[in-house]
């Protein structure tokens, strides 16, 4: 199994496209009725972020984890604005730490209000999370809850530890893919799952597609880092190489490191300095020519060829299965 180069622009599966479609006009609502409990100071701010779109997998992942389960969609429901909302609590902060000041082809949300009342509108949409859950405390309510508080604290581990690898010279793969496990990997794997926890599924299918979501975002990620390297700045809205002039020890610049490539050290400017152009044209041709890009996308592939076996380790309903696969087909065929 191969990964599409993310360069060119893809129109996607129709059937990923109905299933986020569909999850978008069950959701959305729900997802604006949540904020507007929020004071009408945070609301301006978070209208301006929530503006810009989304894709809503996750919510789409959530919907279909309890429909795989036997259950009906609107159990659901409640996960699916839960995963939204952390989801669009960690892009905010993201792009506080990163230095961001575009998202989806507009300004975020601290460059637009300031860094402040970003810090405080995602620390609002972390907290409704929880309290959406939790207001009718079922038992399988309380479970999500729980679920959701442990992917929440594993995804800002992931996030801690990319911080810190700042600092250090190199990461190994190894280490790499452990921190983008974390990162990106335990949020998708609890919107995989979620609602089938919700439907009150029995623990093996649960498990099963957690593996789904944690492989998913492992692939997921790779194409990430893939597009933070070479994505074209008229899709992504960043430079090409904006990964390289931060300096970040993404998946291509671990596997250069393993294969003998210092591909920072081979920068005359120091960290926090910017890249001149020839400088980010030196370092893509290193890792071209020591087969970083194409390793890394078959890295991704192979956790997509997990997370599709994953699916296969329960029984599921057969129609959320093969929206599942799609899904999982749709999210890292990407160009953005």
Known sequence: MTLTNPRSRRDGDPVATEVLARARSLVQPALNAATSRLSPELRIALDHHLAGGGKYVRAGLALLSATAAGGDEQVGVVGAVAMELVHNYSLIHDDIIDG?????????????????????????????????????????????????????????????????????????VEECLRMEAGKTGALLSCSASIGAVLAEAPTSMVDALADYGSHLGVAFQAVDDVLGIWGESSVTGKPVGSDLRQHKKSLPISIATERGVDVYGSLASPFGQDLTEKEVAGALALLEECGARQETMAIGATHLRLALEALDQAPLASGPRRELAAIASFVIERDQ
């Open 100 to 172: 961001d000041v575009e998202r989806r082809h507009r300004r975020t949300l601290w460059a637009e209000f300031g860094v402040g009342p970003a810090i405080i509108v995602g620390d609002a949409m972390s907290i409704l999370a929880f309290q959406l859950l939790l207001e009718d405390p079922t038992d399988a309510r309380v479970r999500a809850a729980g679920l959701l508080g442990e992917a929440t604290q594993a995804m800002i581990t992931g996030q801690a530890e990319d911080m810190a690898s700042e600092l250090r010279s190199s990461l190994s």
